[in-house]
């Protein structure tokens, strides 16, 4: 059966109507979603029966999928597959004080090779609340003044594990620390697929624009951050259970919302970095 993209009427989103994870993705169904995740940022299907090993072949044909840093928190099937739960009352709820993923971020950036793309998967949702915020980033970065693009252009931006996270990142053991110094990565990214431009910068990871003094870097920050937080570019993700959300990592940033106490579980599969964009700080 061939799938059908339905566009959502806003700056991020479309709808996947017709996957069936009793059976494998053909090709064409897989080029269709992949360019919807490219048009739209964002796609979200709902009603999937859950089916752990097509959800890692599904990621798996966007790209490698990668490790998490936080191993503790990998799928007991799969590395590639790692488990976002709180209030669930099992060894797997996370228990930071606000909720994985609660602040503006895009997944991996503090890594010398971020990632290209996410998918989630709703497992347990709460009653109300627990909605996922998406900023696209190519439509910020098209909506800067000439002034502030020329002022960006060339400048590099340093990231860093749980910068900015307000207590929803757990401290990394001495060995995962080992692994994850920071990292530089340009202020603006062009797409490898779409050639846009991206403003590739986020409040929870990004520390510092490395070409300029701490309170100038500090007040670009700001204006950056609150220009591409503006609603106009927002999408506002309302999860039913079974739901799958696909991001395009790159054109994006997401929030977790923090505003409920029943139990939220997702399955998430991070997709690896298809090019080269960062060094070592
Ligand atoms: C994440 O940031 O990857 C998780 C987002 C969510 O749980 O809504």
Redesign the pocket.
Known sequence: MAIKIEPLDGPVGAIVHGLDPSNPLSDEDFNSLQQAMLDHVAIVAPDLEENVPWLRDLGSRVGPLVPHVLDQYHHPETFEVSI?ARNTGTPESRNTAK???AFW?S?LSYEENPSDA?F?YSTQIPSQG?D?LVANMCLAYDALSEATKRRIAGLTATHRWGWNTGGATPKLSEQQSATHPDVVHPVVRRHPNTGRKILYVNPGYVMKINELPGDESDGLLEELFAHALKPEFQYRHKWGLNMLLGLDNRSSM???VDDYSEP?R?L?MIVGCTEKIGKAA
């Open positions: 976002i909720p994985a993923g971020h997944d996410i989630l627990g996922t997401h929030a977790a939220r997702m998430r």
